[in-house]
């Protein structure tokens, strides 16, 4: 897991050096963050809230995470 971990890292920091605006962080951040958890628990699902949170809070969420998996 700790592989998969930085490997989720290393894809997150090379998507904030690629976007610059928010819509796009966040739609690669979630492919990248989503994708790790579906391969670390398959039953995983994203937040029920999800589709609802403005991208500034996702974006947070996205980011908050990245800080954890540290």
């Known amino acids: 897991m700790d ?3 930085g490997i989720m890292n290393a894809f997150l920091m ?3 050096l690629e976007n610059d605006n ?3 962080k966040v739609k ?3 492919r990248i963050v989503f994708a790790t958890m579906k391969a670390q ?3 995983w699902q994203p ?3 999800w589709e609802t949170l403005t991208d500034t809070e ?3 969420r996205l980011e908050l995470i990245q800080k954890i998996s540290n």
Do not use: H, V
């Open 22 to 24: 928010i819509k796009d």
């Open 14 to 16: 090379l998507s904030d």
């Open 28 to 30: 690669n951040k979630e």
């Open 41 to 43: 628990i398959p039953e």
């Open 47 to 49: 937040p029920s809230d």
């Open 3 to 5: 592989n998969l971990n």
């Open 58 to 60: 996702k974006l947070k």
